[in-house]
Nanobody
Framework: QVRLQESGPGLVKPSQTLSLTCTVSGGSITTNNYYWSWVRQPPGKGLEWMGAIAYSGNTFYSPSLKSRTSISRDTSKNQFTLQLTSVTPEGTAVYYC??????????????WGQGTQVTVSS
């Protein structure tokens, strides 16, 4: 069974870059036809898909975040990483990594990390 675990700083200052890593075990991030996403949920709001990296290494981004988002991977470590530049307090959220057969995920499935709280504040 695949397991995903997010890691990164819990506090980021406004205008800085947020970096999170998802470490995957029990399955390879290069397995055909799987997409590896980052999703966030601000307090009191719904899930927001941010972007994904495919098994092939191709990347896909939410249009609203595309200019500030970058997703990359390290296949030797079976990890993928989110970078979000120029963060604002509106970026305060629980950030999840997820695996799915679809590029865009909007509901929680079986293959999600437990989530990590990130607060943007000075």
């Amino acid at each position: 069974q695949v397991r995903l675990q997010e890691s990164g700083p819990g506090l980021v200052k406004p205008s800085q870059t947020l970096s999170l890593t998802c470490t995957v075990s029990g399955g390879s991030i290069t397995t055909n036809n799987y997409y590896w996403s980052w999703v966030r949920q601000p307090p009191g709001k719904g899930l927001e898909w941010m972007g994904a990296i495919a098994y092939s290494g191709n990347t896909f981004y939410s249009p609203s975040l595309k200019s500030r988002t970058s997703i990359s991977r390290d296949t030797s470590k079976n990890q993928f990483t989110l970078q979000l530049t120029s963060v604002t307090p509106e970026g305060t959220a629980v950030y999840y990594c997820a695996r799915d057969r679809k590029v865009v995920v909007t509901t929680k499935g079986n293959d999600w990390g437990q989530g990590t709280q990130v607060t943007v504040s000075s």
